[in-house]
């Protein structure tokens, strides 16, 4: 009898270790699943998830660094400052009034007569709002100061009326230095957002692509003459303003004066994008529709660029771009130059340019002037206009980026392919006659002696 109660007791205790058992053994898969849920949503995004980006999703901030800082110095270009700059959080203020009830047009004031052409309907609806703070224009250094100290002022006085958290009201606490540091990283469309765009505005060009008739004051959509927005609108210099043509690089200069001066916008790249994108994201998001972002944090974040949604096999770009194209001086046809040693004697390389347009995200990385051929800004011999860079410099400097050679020369430093190229010398040269076939301008004496 005792052994058979023994016996049950030990069934028992088992039964009830095998049942611990099932319940950890559950838990620990629960728990592994919910793991994997997360690691999924971490995941690169497929091609197929088209929507618009979460901006609430992303952190404005980590430890002392923003992406939404906004150095208050206009009165730069009326000459030294006074006192320190100002640090604005522009989304700080942005969500601050989102909880009032308020939008961009609270410190922004609408532009829809300063935009003609083509850039209206695409923002149909909302107008393109001012960049600056309550003005159009900078008309007078004690004119912008005072626009500053009233609205601001005032509205901070307000919100501490109402028992809200405010900014400040006194000099002292608005100009002081910051230990805050920017974290804004700079923004373009790769091949992948520049795919989601010309998809969501099926396909129209001139949604975004335009150029500037001067004689009749508007833009216009040039078919097959796209190009990227910053051929014409500068980035800006240190205080704020838009680089003259004095300051930006001789190959600009000459790419400007082929074009018409006129093409030059007085907008800068910033003012330009933030008045187009950001109008046009606008005028989706108030049809309720998934749009992209609006804030500094929604663009500029480094989180939230590692956000953006990748379209993996992105189809090539429409712009009747060659497969394949031989790389030539541009002069070929002509005997003899004025002013030169002889003439032009150069073998055609071929280029694969479909290629090229895989390993790149953007046609900048070459095309970093406008999208024409290198030889229309690099000459043979050297001109003032591209800045004295022979185009064979423009093909074989080293140092360059921008070259053929130093492109080629960074990418063998990678370490998938540094296992080969570190024990390939780059300077052997084949010792017969076809070495001599370099971009260079040979007189008959030239070449002979150089055979020897």
């Given at each position: ?131 600056k703070f309550k003005r159009l224009e900078d008309t007078a250094r004690k004119e912008v100061m005072d626009i500053y100290h009233k609205f601001c002022i005032d509205c901070h ?222 000459t043979i011999s050297g001109d003032k206009d591209g800045g004295f860079i022979k185009l064979e410099q423009a093909y074989h400097a080293i140092e360059s980026d921008k070259s ?49």
């Open positions: 009898m005792a052994k058979g109660k023994m016996k049950s007791k030990w069934i028992g205790i088992l039964i009830a270790l095998f049942a611990v058992f099932l319940v950890a053994a559950y838990a620990i898969g629960a728990k592994g699943l919910e793991e994997t849920k997360g690691i999924d949503a971490l995941a690169p995004m497929s091609a197929e998830e088209e929507g618009a980006e979460e901006e609430d999703e992303v952190p404005l901030e980590e430890g002392n660094a923003r992406a939404d800082i906004i150095m208050i110095n206009t009165l730069k270009v009326f000459g030294n400052l006074d006192k320190p700059e100002v640090v604005f959080l522009h989304d700080a203020h942005t969500e601050a009034l989102k909880k009032q009830g308020k939008d961009c047009s609270a410190c922004h004031l609408p532009k829809t007569n300063k935009i003609p052409g083509t850039f209206k309907p695409a923002v149909e609806n909302i107008d393109p709002l001012s960049p006085a307000d919100m501490r009326k109402e028992d809200t958290d405010t900014g400040p009201v006194t000099c002292g606490e608005c100009h002081k230095e910051s230990d805050l540091v920017s974290s804004r990283q700079p923004m373009g469309l790769d091949k992948s957002l520049h795919y989601r765009h010309n998809k969501a505005m099926e396909k129209k060009c001139e949604t975004c692509h335009h150029k500037y008739n001067p004689e009749k004051e508007i833009l216009f959509h040039a078919k097959g003459e796209e190009g990227t927005c910053r051929y014409c609108h500068l980035e800006e210099d240190k205080d704020g303003s838009v680089l003259s043509m004095k300051q930006v690089s001789p190959v600009m200069r000459k790419v400007a004066s082929r074009r018409m001066s006129e093409q030059i916008s007085k907008l800068s790249m910033r003012e330009a994008s933030h008045l187009d994108c950001i109008s046009c994201h606008r005028e989706i998001k108030a049809r309720e529709q998934e749009a992209g972002p609006v804030t500094c944090s929604g663009c500029h974040s480094p989180y939230a660029q590692k956000k953006f949604k990748k379209v993996e096999d992105v189809p090539r770009m429409e712009r009747k771009q060659p497969d394949v194209v031989m790389v030539k001086t541009g002069q070929e046809d002509q005997q003899e130059m004025p002013g030169s040693l002889g003439p032009v004697r150069m073998s055609v390389a071929p280029f694969n340019h479909k290629a090229h347009e895989t390993y790149n995200d953007t046609c900048r990385v070459c095309h970093h002037a406008s999208l024409e051929s290198c030889a229309k800004c690099h053929c050679l130093g492109c080629h020369t960074r990418e063998k430093n990678e370490p998938e392919c540094a296992g080969c190229h570190y024990f390939m010398s780059s300077t052997n040269r084949p010792d017969d006659a076809t070495g001599l076939k370099c971009p260079e301008e040979l007189t008959p004496d030239r070449e002979a002696a150089a055979k020897t």
